[in-house]
């Protein structure tokens, strides 16, 4: 069982930076490829980038290659570095895992297996 919780969410200007965190509890954290999605209101969850257990392989949605950048630490924490955000951003991001020793390479928000409760990110224009 893992438990995810998520923070740093908050109000931006466009043009302006956020980095959110995901604390992971449970044992063996590095098992764990781990995923960044959101869900704007009235559309879909939507993949944003992917990180591999240790940290050698990122993956990311097009619509944040070169803004965002996706980490991990030995603490348990994940975390997303949003840069030269824009209104299209606003969205509720969650955090989420595969199962243990699957790979980042997945897009499909059911391909996760555990997941945060979400930190709302709103970005102004």
């Known amino acids: 069982q893992v438990q995810l919780v998520e923070s740093g969410g908050g109000l931006v200007q466009a043009g302006g930076s956020l980095r959110l965190s995901c604390a992971a509890s449970?044992?063996?954290?590095?098992?764990?490829?781990m995923g960044w999605f959101r869900q704007a209101p009235g559309k879909e969850r939507e993949f944003v980038a992917s990180?591999?257990?240790?940290?050698?392989?990122t993956y990311y949605a097009d619509s944040v290659k070169g803004r965002f950048t996706i980490s991990r630490d030995n603490a348990k924490k994940s975390y997303l570095q949003m840069n030269t955000l824009k209104p299209e951003d606003t969205a509720v991001y969650y955090c989420?895992?595969?199962?243990?020793?699957?790979?980042?390479?997945?897009?499909?928000?059911?391909?996760?297996?555990?997941w945060g409760q979400g930190t709302q990110v709103t970005v102004s224009s």
């Open positions: 989420a895992t595969r199962p243990p020793y699957y790979s980042a390479n997945a897009y499909l928000s059911h391909e996760y297996q555990y």
């Open positions: 449970g044992s063996t954290f590095s098992s764990y490829a």
């Open positions: 990180i591999s257990g240790g940290g050698g392989a």
